[in-house]
């Protein structure tokens, strides 16, 4: 859950526009004392290169087509296994629910950029004990207290009921959602930036500590959407492109040590150390990948 | 290269600026062959002065025959970073100080780091909290250590034979997360938010090759508050850095600072051994000794800076004098005169003060000195002096030493070089 939440997708739409205005370096670009009225003139006397970015953001159709059945996808699966899960919240199932939890977040998790980009869904399903006023916390993590912390599945069912009602939600609202290429080359950022502020320094699973989960999702999530653009990607920066690619490796390498059977590790497992070179790894993945959305002009 | 970033890197110093430096040149040559020691700090004193207090907003070249940082006159602030590397290759690691290389010389000029500032749809090549600033003097100052030695790179046969981990001395309370390292990056600048945005920098554009190890921020008065220049005070309220060597004399440097071509190895000639020491100070303690005991302790005065029994600062420091009833009055145990020993060994110190919030455990302050030294070998002159302090400096009785690394600072590189590239 990210406590800015993402901008409405008109804004969203408005940067991609000015965006590829500032495609065209200038000298001034180098200058210290570049003022806004300086970059508002670039984009006045350059708007001319917009319609061209425009069509080249069109061809890929076939990566955001395919962005969006991932997405549909593993919306699919994930509502899912939230209904097995509070099923056995409700049934009172308290170890049964436990195993289930972080599975099942990890659909979630992988996507989490499009629930981010539908407003109220994702404080709704994932917010943290401190991030919403206290009366309009639930979602999972409202259950992950009482799972862990109370031990106990007592006064859940409404939670259950709520969360499974709003993941059909996401599920519904996810068919009419604006996906292009500019969302998936910040969320693929986005994914990683939420590791990095949240998931690698064991907040997100203040209970369950399966914080692992997550932070494995979050990467999957952010190399689907490399995946789909790298082809592109490599075809105007091939040393960027193959950068990118090594560091989702290292970083990879780096995680596949907690691994446990289908899932990961208590996070409580992890020494210092090892927080120290996960986040490390990250930064350094998290770095070029920044650039990828200038380099394919989106 | 644009021709306006071609125009900033040619553009001639200002009239006023190239008299002030002419002045000082002049004046250090002239008493760089004086050799009347008095008057050799007096020019020393003055070109600090000069330097430091009347052209705070001055660009220092990046390129040269010798790193800028080290005999440069002391800014008021530091930011000192060590690194891992985690490059595979050398080739990764040339391209890591290729990278750093433009990042600094664009830093050192006050320029703005990289081509895409103003790009809507990428993140600022440069972060931007220096937009704006002077260049504030800003030195960036490279440096490997031992560790990089060992067979990662391909580089065991060409460690400085004297490059080594410093031995354990007495006292030591060294904690890892203060020691040791591959890289590491001195950045002193007049202004801190400039110094910090360097390391910052550099730390990012090293993502995926190096990763900060440690890092200390540090600070010394600043050229506002001084405006004479003198010698700096560490935390402990007394004047640091008198006794240092006169960075003007071309001669002594030689001798005591750069690494001479017949020292060996060739990739470190013109370059320098840096040790760093992170000493804490015992505040609460020492805050509690008498202005006497600080006095014997320094072996120095307080107020003046003179060597005990003498009134100014730089009066010659006689160790033979003796008081009425025989005891020498700059005692045996005196910071002072073990520092001094017999004068044959000297090193150019560079240190300054650090505050780094609270210990923890005990609720004091964790303050103390970033302890910063220069010298052509360390094994002949920072070890032996280091040596004689810890066996039974007083000092040690108010400071504890927390943090240890040496480096090899590289010597200059030129324009169209890069940094280490007579390493690699």
């Not at chain 1, 009482?146 to 409404?158: I, Q, R, S, V």
């Not at chain 2, 960036?140 to 067979?151: K, M, N, Q």
């Not at chain 2, 920098?201 to 190096?210: E, F, M, P, S, V």
Request: hydrophobic letters at 35%; charged letters at 25%; a negative charge.
């Amino acid at each position: 859950m990210k406590k800015i939440l993402a901008l409405p997708a008109v804004v969203l739409a408005t940067s991609v526009l000015l965006a590829a205005c500032g495609n065209n370096e200038t000298a001034s670009d180098k200058q210290a004392g570049t003022s806004a009225a300086q970059s508002e003139t670039q984009t006045s006397t350059e708007t001319a290169d917009a319609a061209d970015q425009e069509a080249t953001g069109s061809e890929y159709t076939t990566a955001v087509d395919g962005y969006r059945s991932f997405a549909i996808e593993q919306i699919d699966e994930f509502v899912k296994q939230t209904e097995k899960f509070t099923d056995a919240v409700k049934a009172g199932d308290l170890e049964t629910a436990k195993s289930l939890y972080a599975p099942a977040r990890m659909y979630y998790e992988r996507i989490e950029p499009v629930a981010e980009a539908l407003g109220d869904l994702d404080p709704n399903i994932d917010a943290r004990d401190g991030d919403v006023e206290a009366a309009d916390w639930r979602g999972f993590h409202r259950i992950e207290k009482a799972l862990w912390e109370d031990k106990t599945t007592e006064g859940m069912t409404e939670f259950a009921d709520t969360l499974l009602s709003d993941a059909k939600l996401l599920r519904a609202k996810v068919e009419t959602m604006d996906i292009d290429a500019s969302l998936m080359v910040t969320g693929a950022v986005e994914l990683l930036n939420e590791v990095s502020s949240s998931k690698v320094t064991g907040e997100e699973e203040r209970y369950s500590h399966t914080d692992l989960y997550d932070f494995a999702a979050n990467v999957e999530g952010a190399r689907e959407i490399y995946n789909l653009l790298k082809d592109d990607l490599a075809a105007k920066d091939k040393d960027l492109n193959q950068q990118i690619a090594e560091r989702f490796d290292a970083l990879e390498k780096e995680l596949a040590p907690f691994k446990d059977g289908d899932g990961y590790v208590s996070y409580e497992k992890l020494k210092d150390e090892d927080v120290r070179k996960l986040s490390q790894n990250l930064d350094a993945l998290a770095e070029p990948l920044s650039n990828m959305g200038q380099v394919l002009g989106v | 290269m644009t021709e306006q970033k071609k125009d900033s890197l040619k553009k001639p110093l200002s009239r006023r600026e190239m008299l002030k430096l002419t002045g000082v040149a002049g004046l250090g040559l002239l008493l760089g062959g004086g050799g009347a020691s008095g008057l050799m700090t007096l020019g020393r004193k003055s070109s600090l002065a000069a330097m430091s207090e009347t052209t705070p907003d001055k660009a220092l070249p990046f390129y040269g025959k010798h790193q800028a940082g080290i005999i440069t006159p002391a800014q008021d602030f530091i930011c000192f970073a060590a690194f891992d590397v985690t490059a595979g290759s050398a080739d990764d690691l040339r391209r890591l100080f290729k990278n750093w290389t433009a990042a600094s010389a664009a830093m050192a000029a006050g320029e703005m780091i990289g081509e895409h500032n103003t790009t809507l749809n990428t993140p600022p090549t440069d972060t931007g909290e220096a937009a704006g600033l002077t260049p504030s003097r800003t030195t960036l100052t490279f440096g490997v250590g031992p560790s990089l030695f060992d067979g990662r790179f391909g580089l065991q046969g060409r460690k400085p034979k004297g490059l080594r981990d410093l031995p354990a001395f007495a006292g030591d309370a060294l904690d890892p997360q203060w020691c040791g390292g591959d890289l590491c990056v001195q950045v002193c600048a007049d202004d801190m938010q400039v110094a910090f945005h360097a390391i910052r920098n550099l730390a990012r554009i090293a993502r995926g090759h190096a990763v900060l190890r440690w890092t200390q921020e540090g600070f010394q008065r600043t050229g506002r508050a001084d405006p004479a220049g003198g010698t700096p005070r560490n935390l402990l309220g007394f004047k640091d850095g008198t006794g240092n060597p006169d960075t003007t004399d071309a001669v002594l440097m030689d001798q005591t600072v750069w690494a001479q071509p017949a020292d060996g190895p060739g990739w470190m000639a013109g370059g320098s051994y840096m040790a760093v020491r992170r000493v804490r100070m015992r505040v609460e303690v020492w805050d509690r000794s008498t202005l006497k005991d600080q006095e014997a302790t320094f072996g120095r005065h307080r107020d003046s800076g003179a060597p005990l029994g003498s009134s100014g600062e730089f009066d010659p420091v006689d160790l033979k004098a003796k008081s009425s009833d025989g005891q020498p009055i700059i005692p045996a145990t005196s910071h002072l005169r073990l520092a001094k020993g017999d004068g044959s060994q000297q090193i150019l110190r560079r240190s300054y003060s650090y505050s780094s919030g609270l210990d923890a455990k005990t609720g004091q302050l964790d303050a103390g000195l970033l302890f910063i030294s220069y010298q052509r070998d360390l094994e002949n002159q920072f070890i032996p002096i280091q040596k004689r302090l810890a066996k039974n400096d007083k000092l040690n009785e108010y400071t504890v030493h927390t943090g240890s690394a040496v480096f090899a600072c590289f010597p200059g590189s030129t324009n169209g070089g890069y940094i280490g590239d007579t390493l690699i």
